[in-house]
């Protein structure tokens, strides 16, 4: 067990798309157990990385507080951190909020929004304040691999991994690179 | 007999008057590129078509063939470059394939496949781009937009209107539409025209067709650009 | 406004050619290019309203907003920093009520920065109105204030607030040799065109603007040409930053330069002619007329030249605030009224030029030579200098010395000779030829002024010891990007994108990666630019960073990664609108511990 290779994976300001799609690789996901073991991640529950992974797995952009936290305890803990879809590439559908000033947006959910009621923009310490704008996560940390796609399917995840495992320096195909 | 460059040590004839773009695409050699058309005047600004002629950094499109030139197409270090570029028009607009309706058929996507573009490198512009969605026929959403002027050139050169014209300098550049109002309603523009349906990225979209193809069955779904490109073209310079 | 602009059209009967001057004629009267206007431009010239557009929004000096009835700009060129810039302008800020970049209240006065205005012996320099105020110091900014408030008109100013010096300070074989009004011209015709192209030959001279081809051949190709028009045009736009020789030589022996260019279309065959002088030039403007005017009554000028069949005339044309008109193609494109965006080449403008004609570009300095060179012979010219660069070479010095101004030296002298001369002390490094050109340290001063080893256009700015590379090149990295025509990727993206790495970079929040990616981005923009402004942006870094590596090392934190924004200024609006500020509600630019 110990000598698995331990893997991590969140989503940050994501859909959990890109996990779904992980799990697409459906019974291969027991060949990747053999040799992996899967760490913090929405599989596991687990809430905090070890701190001797080697790969984590990133989805979604950083739209706020929480997101850079939990992007630098990534960056801190694994050897390999990978962006994975486009969220985490380029901010991908929730940075098209980018071009609405923030005080527009809550604005617009919290008090002059239809059905409003009780308006007031949450002012809760426990909760994350957003950042004006939503950021790809290669500008917040450094990023070693990016597995493009919205999201990454199946076999791109089983590429970029079995490669990785194997020692080889990943690569895909034309056929595995979509941005869509 | 006819004359001859070489382009990656391919012998190519060509004739007088072309530019190694048409030579290379007669032969059937693809160099990578997007503001060049071969219905229009050669632009030479989007620099994707960039190779060595001699050793000399040279735009395809614009640069003519002459005999006995040694071009270097398909190399490491050009291809490189070349996915440099790309990512700049990529960072410097905003582009968001997964809500693009051109997702799939989009030349700009297309060309990063082909140079196996996985991210965009450089940091993002966040530039705040507007959408003309005043016209009944046509879209125009200027984050896509990456001024390779094929709907200027389109619209004067094959309509013979001037519907659009680049304006500003460096990184404040824009597409401008010909209307006192500044929106594409009050200019003559029409969907038959050549400069709606010309445009190689989202930013210049035909109203009410978007998902007709389903995604995943689109035209850089199954073929990469260079056979499409060449295909298309071919047939364009033979004109 | 109607008749305003129907009569400058019709009146000074404007072709499409024109557009500059109708739109600097509109800027000066309403200090903006109001949208009726364009309509009734776009109407009266016959081209679309887009092109109109284009061109406003293209060049520095016009405006699609009200800018103030006096438009105030100062100078961001290095030299005037140097000079102290930063003070006089926060000095300007508080006396004239204006914030740099904005329009007081009142619409009386707006204030902005300008690119280098050529003034860089006698900075801070600012342009009113479009008119070069040399020598800001807080007394005349006092004054300056007192007449704008005042809203007395430019020409009620005194005359001392725009007296611009000439500062020669070393002459040679061509300042010595000033020519009488035509002499040129009857040596030539005396001698036979074709000799004097010979004579030109034999000179060896090659362009003065920098890139130094060959004179005679450039001319020659020109006159080989089939063709029924040729053109001559004198580039005045003199827009590298630290360059400020051809403003002397206009002011001083215009009367050489337009005999260069009668010359040479005396040579090639050509009827018309223009001189393009960059707009922060206007102060000569109305004397470079007088200059022609006086030229066509001695009949150097017009029709039947000196009792010839040669007729020959040349207009004057103001460029707007754009450095990448200087690139001749770009300039050409402006000549013609259109936004200055370098062609594609081949075809060079010496088949394809002004219209499609054949057309000879040269800098003002080479035509001044070659009218020295058709009196006093080739031989005469190719004594001085060095094999490959024959002559002298007109240098505008200025930055940390004793003397700035004007030095003609002939090819082949050492950097040190001229660091003496200049009495320039603790130097630190010179960049030469302008922040397209090279930086040197002080360990280079054995090198030479010659196109085979330091090539300049004549830009010679000295940094001494107290000086910072790094704001340097900052400056330099932030002109480029602002003078970008944005044709190409490569340059368009590229510049800003340095601009931004650099500013990461000079901000300390650089980390080791940065300065990597700093030089791969410059080796893109370098090698894959469509003309020389892209080609050359990099230098300032490549240069620099080739000399001081420690420098740019200095400036990076031990660590693997820091953003290029501010975090927690990201937070700002968030906390705001929430009403926070606990420790929750911060996040720190790195992770700590």
């Known amino acids: 067990m110990t000598n698995k290779i331990r893997v991590a994976t969140t989503s940050l300001a994501g859909c959990f798309g890109c996990h779904m799609s992980f799990l697409d690789i459906d019974e291969r996901i027991l060949e990747l157990a053999e040799v992996v073991v899967f760490d913090r991640s929405p599989i596991t529950d687990i809430e905090h990385c070890s701190i001797d992974c080697d790969i984590g797995l990133i989805e979604g952009g950083v739209c706020n507080s929480e997101n850079v936290h939990t992007l630098r305890e990534f960056r801190k803990s694994c050897k390999i951190l990978v962006a994975v879809g486009a969220c985490a590439i380029n901010g991908g559908l929730p940075a098209m909020r980018n071009f609405i000033p923030l005080e527009e947006c809550l604005n617009e959910a919290y008090i002059n929004g239809m059905g409003v009621e009780n308006a007031q923009i949450p002012s809760d310490p426990e909760l994350p304040l957003l950042l004006d704008k939503v950021r790809p996560i290669h500008e917040v940390v450094k990023i070693d691999y990016f597995l493009p796609g919205c999201p990454p399917s199946a076999d791109v995840f089983w590429k970029f991994l079995t490669d990785l495992i194997a020692g080889r320096e990943p690569s895909l195909p034309y056929e595995l690179v979509h941005y869509d | 007999m006819a004359k001859t460059i070489t382009i990656d040590g391919l012998s190519i004839p060509f004739e007088d008057g072309q530019t190694i773009m048409q030579a290379a695409s007669d032969a059937g050699v693809y160099i990578p590129h997007l503001c060049h058309h071969p219905e229009f005047t050669p632009h030479g600004s989007c620099k994707l078509c960039t190779v060595k002629v001699n050793g000399r950094n040279c735009s395809a499109c614009t640069f003519p063939a002459m005999e006995g030139q040694e071009v270097i197409n398909n190399a490491k270090d050009l291809n490189a470059d070349r996915q440099k570029i790309t990512q700049m028009l990529f960072v410097e607009g905003n582009h968001f394939c997964p809500s693009c309706e051109k997702t799939g058929n989009c030349q700009l996507q297309a060309v990063a496949y082909h140079l196996n573009m996985l991210d965009d490198h450089f940091p993002l512009f966040y530039q705040h781009r507007e959408l003309d969605a005043s016209h009944t026929d046509i879209l125009i959403d200027h984050n896509r937009c990456i001024f390779c002027t094929l709907c200027v050139r389109a619209s004067h050169e094959h309509d013979g209107k001037e519907v659009f014209a680049i304006s500003g300098r460096g990184i404040n550049k824009h597409l401008i539409v010909n209307s006192e109002s500044g929106l594409l309603k009050d200019t003559n523009m029409t969907a038959s025209d050549k400069a709606a349906h010309i445009c190689p990225t989202g930013a210049i979209l035909i109203k009410h067709t978007a998902y007709q193809v389903p995604i995943g069955e689109r035209i850089y779904d199954h073929q990469q650009i260079d056979q499409v490109s060449l295909n298309s073209e071919q047939v364009d310079h033979d004109k | 406004m109607q008749k305003f602009i129907q009569d400058l059209i019709t009146i000074n009967r404007y072709q499409a050619t024109d557009l500059l001057a109708v739109l600097r004629a509109v800027q000066t009267q309403y200090h903006y290019i109001p949208k009726a206007a364009i309509e009734q431009i776009a109407t009266l010239m016959a081209i679309p309203r887009t092109q109109v557009i284009g061109v406003i929004e293209f060049y520095s000096f016009f405006h ?359 009495g320039a002390h603790d130097v630190l490094g010179i960049q030469i030829g302008g922040p397209s050109g090279t930086f040197i340290s002080n360990t280079e001063f054995a090198r030479k002024i010659a196109f085979e080893d330091l090539a300049t256009g004549g830009s010679f700015i000295i940094f001494n010891n107290t000086r910072n590379i790094l704001d340097i090149v900052n400056n330099f990295t932030h002109f480029f990007a602002h003078e970008s025509c944005g044709f190409c990727t490569p340059c368009r993206v590229g510049t800003s994108l340095l601009k931004n790495q650099l500013d990461k970079i000079v901000n300390g929040h650089g980390s080791a990666g940065d300065v990597v990616a700093l030089e791969e981005l410059c080796q893109l923009v370098k090698t894959q630019s469509h003309c020389g402004l892209g080609q050359t942006a990099a230098n300032p870094i490549l240069t620099t960073l080739e000399r001081y590596p420690e420098l740019y090392q200095a400036q990076l934190k031990k660590i693997s990664y820091e953003p290029g924004f501010d975090l927690d200024a990201a937070l700002e609006t968030a906390r705001r609108l929430a009403n926070r500020d606990d420790a929750a509600a911060h996040l720190t630019q790195v992770e700590e511990g």
């Open chain 3, 64 to 422: 699609l907003t009200p800018r103030g009835q006096y438009e105030l700009l100062i100078s961001d060129s290095i030299t005037d920093h140097m000079l102290g810039k930063h003070e006089m302008t926060a000095y300007i800020e508080e006396v004239l009520q204006v914030k740099l970049g904005e329009v007081r209240t009142d619409g009386l006065v707006s204030f902005d920065n300008t690119s280098c205005t050529g003034l860089c012996d006698q900075g801070p320099a600012a342009l009113i109105n479009g008119y070069a105020l040399p020598h800001l110091t807080p007394p005349k900014i006092d004054q300056i204030a007192d007449l704008i408030n005042q809203k007395r008109p430019l020409d009620e100013w005194p005359q001392e607030l725009f007296e611009v010096k000439d500062n020669v300070l070393k002459t040679g074989i061509l300042l010595d040799h000033s020519l009488q009004p035509g002499e040129a011209l009857h040596s030539s015709f005396k001698r036979g065109l074709k000799e004097t192209l010979k004579e030109l030959d034999i000179s060896g001279l090659r362009g003065r603007g920098g890139a130094g081809f060959k004179t005679a051949t450039k001319w020659q190709f020109c006159a080989e040409e089939q063709a029924a028009e040729r053109i001559v045009v004198c580039n005045a736009d003199e827009g590298e930053p630290g360059t400020f020789k051809d403003r002397v030589l206009l002011n001083s022996h215009a009367h050489q330069v337009f005999e260069g260019m009668t010359l040479c279309a005396a040579i090639i065959g050509a009827q018309q002619g223009f001189l393009y002088l960059r707009g922060e030039y206007l102060h000569l403007y109305d004397k470079l007329n007088a200059i022609l005017n006086e030229r066509r009554q001695l009949s150097l000028l017009g029709s039947n030249i000196i009792g010839s069949d040669f007729n020959f005339d040349i207009e004057i044309c103001l460029g707007a605030g754009a450095y990448i008109c200087g690139e001749e193609s770009a300039l050409i494109e402006s000549l013609e009224g259109k936004m200055g965006v370098p062609r594609n080449r081949p075809p060079y403008p010496v088949t394809h030029g002004y219209l499609g004609k054949p057309t000879v570009v040269n800098n003002v300095e080479t035509y001044m030579a070659t009218a020295t060179i058709a009196v006093n012979g080739g031989e005469w010219f190719a004594a001085v200098g060095t094999e490959k660069s024959k002559g002298t070479k007109i240098l505008s010095i200025c930055g940390d010395c004793d003397k700035p101004g004007i030095y003609e030296v002939a090819f082949g002298i050492t950097i040190q000779s001229i660091v003496d001369e200049c």
